[in-house]
């Protein structure tokens, strides 16, 4: 999938936005990514997904996780082109875990997946709870990396397409200093 096609995606299904926002990770951006948007219309996140579980389809997965709410459908939509199982994690009482009766084999290969990267937060509480159940994670699988390519999981990773945007601390935020009102559009309270 060339990047040209990625960005036609994003656009066409309302993903990139532009202003003052407060991101998940605590941190403030001019840009945002509602990558949740992709998986309104199913052309997109097949086209999209399909992109990202062939750059995992000789690394012997045996099983999908993400974090809810906004990998869910990605989860399964990965899962699919590989057949595979999916599942998700969730917060309980603010910590990342498993319920559901899911559940992860000693020793089974996973792959995480995540809509969009910044920080890598989420993704590597989920990476700990695979090891806490004994997986091996095999690689992790975004479609938008925001940092450019700079995060590192100490496993293999890779994204549909990565973009470097820039994103500041609260107090060096110059759109703070501007004035300009922030939004918080994601979906996790910050801390």
């Known amino acids: 999938m060339t990047k040209e096609r990625v960005m036609e995606i994003l656009k066409e299904a309302g993903v990139l936005l532009e202003g003052h926002f407060?991101?998940?990770?605590?941190?403030?951006?001019?840009?945002?990514?509602?990558?949740?948007?992709?998986?309104?219309?199913t052309r997109y996140s097949e086209e999209l997904c399909a992109a990202l579980a062939e750059k995992f389809k000789d690394s012997g997965v045996e099983l999908v996780i993400g974090p809810a709410i906004g990998a869910i459908s990605m989860s399964y939509e990965v899962s699919r082109h590989l057949q595979v199982k999916n599942i998700f994690a969730e917060r309980e009482n603010g910590?990342?875990?498993?319920?559901?009766?899911?559940?992860i084999e000693p020793g089974q290969k996973?792959?995480?997946?995540?809509?969009?990267?910044?920080?890598?937060g989420s993704v590597r509480e989920v990476i700990d709870i695979v090891k806490k159940h004994g997986g091996e994670v095999v690689g992790v699988g975004v479609i938008v990396d925001r940092t450019g390519g700079k995060i590192d999981f100490g496993v293999p990773m890779e994204s549909v397409i990565s973009i470097d945007v820039v994103s500041y601390e609260p107090d060096a935020c110059p759109l703070c200093k501007a004035g300009i009102p922030a939004v918080k559009p994601g979906s996790r309270n910050i801390k």
């Open 22 to 41: 407060l991101l998940t990770s605590g941190r403030h951006s001019e840009k945002y990514l509602q990558c949740a948007k992709i998986f309104q219309d």
């Open 110 to 120: 996973v792959l995480v997946v995540e809509d969009v990267v910044t920080t890598g």
């Open 95 to 103: 910590e990342m875990t498993l319920r559901r009766s899911f559940t």
